[in-house]
Structure formats: C-alpha cells, structure tokens
C-alpha cells in the first residue's frame, strides 16, 4: 500500500514500535562515532511499513523533540518537530523503562576528553517557556523521568565532568602564563571526598580563588539540577569565590556555563527534599 493512500491514518503499534526502536539504534551508533546511513535505514523503514520517505522522517523529527524534552540526546540530522501523539509518547516511553536501569544515561561507550582541551564558557541561559506545561501527558513523562534527578544519581556523568573541569581549568591557567597555580589546581571531591561544599579548587589568573561546584548533563543548558544544602550554604559563604560550573550537551560536545552568587538572581532555588526528625 502506498503512503498517499494512508494519508491521514494513523500510525500502528507495530509500526511506531519499529521506528522507536530504529531511532534508537541510530542514536546509540551517532553517540559512539559509529557509521550509518540515514537513507538506508529509511528505505528499509518504507519497506516494512509502506511509509513515506517524508512520513519517516517527521516521526523520526517527532521522536527527537520527546527526547528533548527529556533533556537527553537526540539524533542532530532528525531537528525536533513536536507533535506529541499519545501512542508515540507511550512507546518511548516504553523503551526508555526497558533500557533504563536507573542511572543509564545514553553516555557513549567511549568518551575522551584532551587532557589540555580549554572549555569555551559562556553565558548562563534565560527560562524559556516549556512544552510540557500545557501537555499533562508530557509532563508525566518529565516527572518520570527527572533529568535533574538522573544527572545527580549517575556518578560515572559527575566523575567525567569533574575530570573534564579539573583538566581544563589547568589548561586555562597554564596557557595564560600560570604555571605555578595549574599545579595548585585540585580536584577535592576526589581526593578528598563530597563534604566540601565545591568540587574543584581553582584559580583566576592572578591568583585569587575559584571554588567551583560542577554540575554535569547530557542535557542542553536548560536542564534542571539538584544543589545540596551544604552547596548552598558554602557559596553564601564564600560568595567571592564559589561558582557553578555548569557542564551540558555532554554526551556530544561539552559547553559551559558559570553562576555566581547570589544564586537566586538567576536560578529558582525550590525544596525537593525534607529531612525528618522526631519531636
């Protein structure tokens, strides 16, 4: 059957299976650098389903904006298009219950950063309105699947963008002329465990403190994240010295960004956690 004479008919359970199930397998392939052909892929998908090349292609673009949403990678040749069918929401989902085992994070199997690689650093992002505020189906999937909450139970994804932080903040001062502060740069959560309030120790070019807490995701700048009350605490502390260093889109290529305090001027700072005593 051709797909002009399916137009307007929605897609099967089998066949949103196949193309979820499709994307995914390219996803992982574009993560790890692996080779694949697009077109191919889509020829083999119009066989199965009758399905125009076109028709591939929107719902291929349909899954990469659920997964944007998601803040997870997304396959860059498919640009989000949102249109949020129930059914496709409901196999995604799926999918993501089957490959999830709590801290999975479609990380590449491989991933190298140049020990001498400097981070470009720009600037902190403004809200945006979000799409699953108007969409209860979709805001479900968010809650299910909190982005922020993944990023702080993976302690592989803090380690790589801690190393990633600590690797280029020596890089930055080394270039700058700095050697003798590249060498007093310190990875604390490391070798010296979380309670610090901050991650990595390091310095401006002219040798006053940086206290850098990193907070790392797969996600785009947008992604939510959790802050712990000793965070919090320590850059009231020390608001001269400590800063967010904000790692993201770093399954694919790392950018950051800083925050300074007062971290309320431009973050929304909610309760997520209660501790519980008795009276």
């Known amino acids: 059957m051709s797909d002009s004479a399916r137009t307007g008919e929605d897609w099967s359970d089998q066949e949103i299976d196949l193309i979820v199930a499709d994307y995914f ?13 697009k077109a191919r892929r889509n020829a ?13 292609e929107f719902k291929h673009q349909n899954i990469s904006a659920v997964l944007e949403v998601l803040e997870r990678p997304w396959i860059p040749g498919y640009k989000p298009m949102r249109n949020f ?37 720009g600037e902190a992002p403004k809200k945006i309105e979000r799409p ?16 922020a909450l993944r990023d702080e139970r993976n302690r592989q994804l803090g380690k790589l963008g801690e190393e990633c932080v600590f690797n280029s ?18 990875w604390v959560a490391r070798d010296e465990g979380d309670g610090a ?3 990595v120790l390091s310095f401006t070019d002219r040798g006053e403190e940086r206290f850098l807490e990193v907070k790392t995701t797969v996600g785009s700048e947008q992604t939510p994240f959790y802050l712990s009350r000793n965070e919090k605490l320590f850059s009231e502390e020390r608001q001269d010295a400590f800063r967010i260093f904000r790692l993201y889109d770093f399954a694919r290529a790392p950018k950051a960004f800083e925050i ?11 309760t997520a956690n209660y501790k519980a005593s008795f009276r």
């Open 85 to 121: 069918q129930r059914a496709l929401l409901e196999r995604v989902e799926e999918f993501l219950d089957h490959q999830d085992t709590g801290t999975t994070l479609l990380l590449p199997r491989k991933m190298e950063f140049a020990e001498h690689g400097i981070l470009f650093v």
């Open 25 to 37: 397998a390219m996803l992982d392939m574009e993560l790890n650098g692996e080779p694949y052909v």
């Open 44 to 56: 083999a998908l119009q066989d199965l389903t009758g399905r125009s090349k076109g028709s591939i």
């Open 260 to 270: 300074a305090p007062p971290l309320e001027s431009k973050l929304i700072l909610e």
């Open 197 to 199: 309030g901050f991650d």
């Open 169 to 186: 903040e020596r890089a930055r001062l080394t270039t700058a002329g700095r050697t003798d502060l590249a060498e007093k740069v310190k």
């Open 132 to 147: 699953e505020a108007s969409n209860p189906e979709l805001a479900r999937l968010v809650r299910k699947f909190d982005p």
